[in-house]
Structures are given as C-alpha cells and as structure tokens.
C-alpha cells in the first residue's frame, strides 16, 4: 500500500496551511507574525506547526 506524503509541497503552501489554524484558534495575525511567516524556511513552518498544536499564545509558537 503506498502512502501519499501529506507533508506541504512548498513553502507558500505550508504558509497557507499554517495561517488558517493561526487564525481561528488566536484571531487575526498582527503584522509580526505575518512577517515571520513570510521570511521562514519549510524546516521553521514544520516546527511552527507542531508548537501550534500545544500552544496558548501566539508568543509561544514563535
């Protein structure tokens, strides 16, 4: 059985997978967080995205 890897194919959509939970769990995203995602590497979006999962705050993501 093959397994399809679930994992984003590129930067601008990890982004965009990141910013919609972001979103909806914390509110609209100040202009510091727009602008770390914006100049983030797929390695940091992929730890982003795992701190998001346990995180209180915006501040404890980043």
Do not use: C, Y
Request: aromatic share 8%.
């Amino acid at each position: 059985m093959l397994m399809h890897d679930s994992r984003p194919q590129n930067s601008e959509e990890a982004k965009h997978l990141l910013r919609r939970p972001r979103t909806r769990r914390f509110g609209p995203l100040p202009e510091w967080v727009e602008a770390k995602l914006n100049q983030a590497s797929t390695a940091m979006l992929e730890s982003w995205a795992e701190r998001l999962l346990f995180a209180e705050n915006l501040e404890s993501v980043f």
